[in-house]
Structures are given as structure tokens and as C-alpha cells.
């Protein structure tokens, strides 16, 4: 890929875990996960190979697919919740080397760095208020709002299990 300065740009990706956690709850709803992945030209070795690279656009356009197949407007938000419920696995080993939130949260963006490229996290802890952020590095298309949506619903979720309600003073998302 190129930016429009000419230069080389990496393409955003995804390990497949994330799309095999997205096609269980799909398939187990009775969606066509095989349909999905030939529509967006995702390989059907990545439903094996949970550390198989993943096109961002393409996950993300199969969260999207998967959603509108099932007429669930709520299908990632419903999927971040269970994932947070059930102990995410890749994030199974970060939560139990941790002693304290701060080094779950630290485990845990480390680890998210190494297996996408397509976001940065961020966390801010000050005396009245910590602020957990995450920024999308690449605008994709489709926008990831099944994907987002599944994101804030398993930190959200994770937080208020450990701390109680979670308070969202500042959520930023794209109009468009």
C-alpha cells in the first residue's frame, strides 16, 4: 500500500484470533462463517492458525457482515461481554502474572501491540481519575463499529467487575 505522499505504508492487521472469537459466536447463532471469509477474501486456514495475520479491513468488513447476516446491531457489543465474562484467552495469561490493575493494564497493551498493528492504547493515571484510551492508527473501510463496540463492552466490563461502575466522561466516535 502507498500513502498519497508516495511512500510505503504497512497494511493494518489482526491476528485471527479475534475473527475466531467473532465466527464461534456467529456460527453458534447459526451464521455461515465460510460464506464470510470468501466474501472478504479472508484464507480458511485463519479459523486453524489463531496467530494467522488478518487484513484489518477485511476483519473488520466480516464483524460488519456477520451482524447484518444475523440483523444483531449489538453482535460485537455482545461479544466483548461474553469475552470479558469468560476470560479473553489472549489476554488469560497477562491477567494472571498480574498483582494489580496497572499491571494487567500494562500486560495488557503490550500484548494487544503484538498482535494487531491497527490501534494504540493508552493509560493515564492520575490522583482523581484514570483514562484508558485507545486510538485507531489507520482509518479502515468499513469503520470497525462492530469491532469497537466489542472493544469498549470488554474493558468496560472488565473494569467495573474489578472497580466498580466505569464512568464514561469522554466517548469519541466517528459520524460517519
Known amino acids: 500500500m502507498t500513502h498519497p505522499s508516495g511512500a ?4 493494518a492487521f489482526a491476528r485471527a484470533d479475534l475473527l475466531q472469537l467473532l465466527a464461534r459466536e456467529f456460527g453458534s447463532r447459526g451464521g455461515d462463517i465460510g460464506a464470510v471469509l470468501d ?30 447476516e444475523l440483523g444483531d446491531i449489538h453482535f460485537g457489543a455482545k461479544v466483548g461481554k461474553a469475552a470479558a465474562a469468560h476470560g479473553a484467552h489472549m489476554l488469560r495469561g497477562t491477567a494472571e502474572t498480574a498483582r494489580t490493575l496497572g499491571d494487567f493494564f500494562i500486560g495488557a497493551i503490550l500484548e494487544t501491540d503484538r498482535r494487531t498493528n491497527s490501534v494504540t492504547y493508552g493509560l493515564q493515571v492520575g490522583p482523581q481519575a484514570a483514562v484508558f484510551e485507545i486510538h485507531r492508527r489507520r482509518e479502515t473501510d468499513p469503520h470497525p463499529v462492530q469491532i469497537d463496540a466489542g472493544l ?5 466490563t472488565m473494569l467495573s467487575e474489578c472497580l466498580g461502575p466505569v464512568s464514561y466522561t469522554h466517548l469519541t466516535l466517528p459520524t460517519s
Open 39 to 68: 466474501r472478504r477474501g479472508i484464507a480458511p486456514d485463519t479459523m486453524i492458525d489463531a496467530d494467522a495475520l488478518v487484513e484489518a479491513s477485511a476483519l473488520y468488513g466480516a464483524a460488519e457482515d456477520m451482524a447484518a
Open 8 to 11: 510505503a505504508v504497512e497494511p
Open 152 to 156: 469498549l463492552v470488554f474493558y468496560t
